[in-house]
């Protein structure tokens, strides 16, 4: 249900992206004696050079399921007898899936090409409880840590409206292990001018489908 709602949240910022497209359109009427001319011109902003910041959460991916449940529960086919025996008395709590939070800077470098950096965290909550008395007796709870590089690639562009995919490389560690990942946004919508939302699709650390709030600003000239 919770992707769904992303979906038609992307469907309504490619919608908006289409009438801010069509708002940049402006007819001339030229009329002579004999004759009338019409023109219509496109016009596209000049384009200035910003910085941009973004929060945003994601859904749950098979890449974060990966990282924060260990490789797929492995170690729950380790145990010895003397574990088993240890914990007879006690229950495992359902997993739950905290969720996927990201901070990122980005240098709007030219209308086509925004490159800079993003971190993400992720986090499910596990206990192990006493069977009589309900009392935790184990913290089973797994994060996650995400630092990557990320380029952005533009193929609309608007003052108040883009449209965008990027990829992202980097590292991610469970606090046990540390590896090599990535993350990509296959597309991606960002609708405002200064202070903007946005939400994008794809897959990696940052879940597969995410939504946030963003504020961008130019670069001061010396």
């Known amino acids: 249900m919770k992707q769904h709602r992303f979906f038609l949240a992307l469907l309504v910022a490619l919608v908006v992206a289409q009438g801010a497209m069509a708002q940049k359109r402006h007819k001339t009427v030229v009329k002579t004696d004999s004759t009338t001319v019409v023109t219509t011109v496109r016009t596209v902003p000049n384009f200035v050079p910003k910085h941009d910041l973004r929060i945003g959460a994601g859904t749950l991916s098979l890449s974060t399921s990966f990282i924060l449940d260990g490789g797929w529960y492995m170690d729950d086919y380790h145990r010895s007898f003397r574990q088993d025996m240890a914990t007879a008395d006690t229950y495992l709590t359902p997993r739950t899936f905290v969720g996927n939070y990201s901070f990122s800077y980005t240098y709007h470098h030219l209308r086509w090409l925004q490159y800079g950096g993003t971190v993400t965290f992720g986090a ?3 206990w192990r409880k006493d069977a009589f ?7 089973l709870s797994t994060h996650a840590v995400a630092v990557m590089p990320s380029v952005r690639f533009v193929w609309f562009y608007r003052e108040k409206v883009q449209l965008y995919s990027s990829i992202s490389l980097g590292l991610v560690t469970d606090f046990d292990e540390a590896y090599v990942w990535g993350d990509v946004a296959l597309v991606g919508c960002s609708f405002g001018r200064k202070v903007f939302g946005f939400v994008e699709l794809g897959g990696g650390m940052a879940g597969s489908a995410r939504i946030g709030l963003g504020y961008r600003f130019d ?4």
Do not use: A, D, L, P
Request: net charge positive.
């Open 133 to 139: 008395t309900g009392e935790k007796t184990e913290n």
């Open 219 to 222: 670069v001061k000239k010396r």
């Open 124 to 126: 499910t909550t596990r």
